[in-house]
């Protein structure tokens, strides 16, 4: 079971999420901040860190940008997987989330089967890492 922080300002992209954990019987715990923001308040207010985190890049108040670069300066918080779920195939985006230090980019399919098969390769993915299981 993955403790996952799903920062997404979209409230259709996470019933999308929270379907497909549901339909593929995960019991992983998912947490949801709306932005950037909230995303750090609960990361540093809690004393259980989640094992990956996925990232929305487009977002008011703060976004994924800024908030991948205010986690990787942090000691503590810099080591969480960080996934960048978006819309955006800007190459410019993926390559600068890299550079920062993300652990992968998966861009939204618009078909609800594509992305179901793409989310399921991510949490199969990260529930056999090692990482996740130190």
Request: aromatic letters at 8%.
């Amino acid at each position: 079971m993955l403790n996952v922080l799903f920062i997404e300002d979209d409230a259709i992209e996470t019933m999308k999420l929270n379907r497909t954990v549901s339909k593929l019987q995960l019991k992983h715990k998912i947490t949801e901040a709306k932005n950037g923001e909230e995303g750090l308040e609960f990361l540093k207010s809690n004393e259980v860190l989640p094992d990956i985190i996925l990232l929305d890049l487009n977002m008011p108040k703060m976004s994924g940008i800024e908030f991948l670069e205010i986690l990787k300066a942090d000691d503590v918080l810099k080591y969480l997987p960080t996934i960048v779920l978006t819309t955006s195939e800007n190459r410019a985006d993926l390559l600068e989330c890299y550079r920062i230090g993300i652990a992968g980019y998966v861009i939204k399919p618009l078909k609800y089967e594509d992305y179901e098969k793409k989310l399921e390769s991510v949490f199969t993915y990260w529930q056999n890492n090692e990482l996740v299981k130190a």
